[in-house]
């Protein structure tokens, strides 16, 4: 059989108040278009189909009609929650898209409840799909209890709880069956992407390879948006985001992974490209330097670092040579230094018109015309 394996769309990620909605439609057509073309059997959709967890009507839809188009011609279809996602909102969905074939996961379900997913690919093998949502700290020890269906003493570290997890929701695994497993985590040798929440990446948010049985024919992973192979006693790949989500991801090679497996054999991996975003970069020059290159920049999301004294407009100015510069920053070499032994002079307190002032010259933006606009607004506003 043939899988598709996306995770990470963040649909409704908005970059430095720019909405991205046009390009999660076309990454989303390319996916399914994609799906065609290879005529893949089944989709796993690894988590974080939102970037939030109240996503908006307009991204529902999206994700929505993506998920029924990735369903044609009688594709299994899986899909589960990641750290960004609402996972009651899927739970909500699930009996709706259940109806439809497709298979949603928002929370930890028991393998007899869910969990382990049982079905005939179209290319005829049968397939066992352990299925395992992103968990809070919180909620690993819930699971962990639902599944024992006692009250166990919680002295047992995040890991080894997902470990436990897994182990139970794999159980069922067989020499004759096409055995995957689907979560969203982070393990330990992964590079991260450059998007992520970090609060929910590190610290005790780890959990190792090991977890998964070497039975498994292929992990399917979502959460590092970095497209990658993890070390470990089976395939496992984290798929990446299909577009760029920050820019800390601009090096990154935006797609997804097209996955060939059968029972008793390693996964054979493919990865496909995807390129109907719009490119992230980072740009440093002068203004002299940033014209020169403007031409082959307008199709590209800017980052811009200005090498030149800050001075007022000069972010405006910027934006009328790259109209896609979202973020403009002074070069830290044009930066004012402010002396840190100097202490304010005594005296009398000085007003706001005093302060501004002082404000101005320390950072190196001394300019009449603003300190009169400064004097006018607080007249206006103080009466």
Known sequence: MKILHTADWHVGKVLKGRSRTDEHRAVLSELVALAREEDVDAVIVAGDLFDTSAP???AQALVL???LALREGGRDVVVLAGN????QLLEVYRPILGRLGIHAVGT???????????F????GEPVRLAALPFLSHRYVVRAADVLAGTPAEHNRDYAARVAELVQALTAGFEAG?????????????????GGERRAQSIFSYYFEPTAFPATTQYAALGHLHRRQQIPGPCPIWYSGSPLAVDFGEEDNTPGALLVTVEPGRPAVVREAPISSARGLATRTGTLEELEAMAADLTETWLRVIVAEK??????ETVREILPTALEVSVHERFQPVRDPRATPASGAARGPRELFRDYLSGAGRDNDQVAALFD????????
Do not use: I, K, M, Y
């Open 65 to 67: 009609n993506a998920v």
């Open 56 to 58: 908006t009507p307009e």
């Open 120 to 123: 005939t690919a179209r290319s």
């Open 84 to 87: 960004h996602d609402n996972p």
């Open 376 to 383: 006018r607004l607080h007249e206006e506003v103080t009466g």
């Open 108 to 118: 930890f379900r028991r393998p007899d409840q869910g969990g382990t997913l049982s």
């Open 177 to 193: 069956t096409v055995n995957l497993v689907t979560t969203h985590g982070t393990l330990p040798s992964g590079r991260f992407g």
């Open 310 to 315: 800050p001075r007022p407009g000069l972010a």
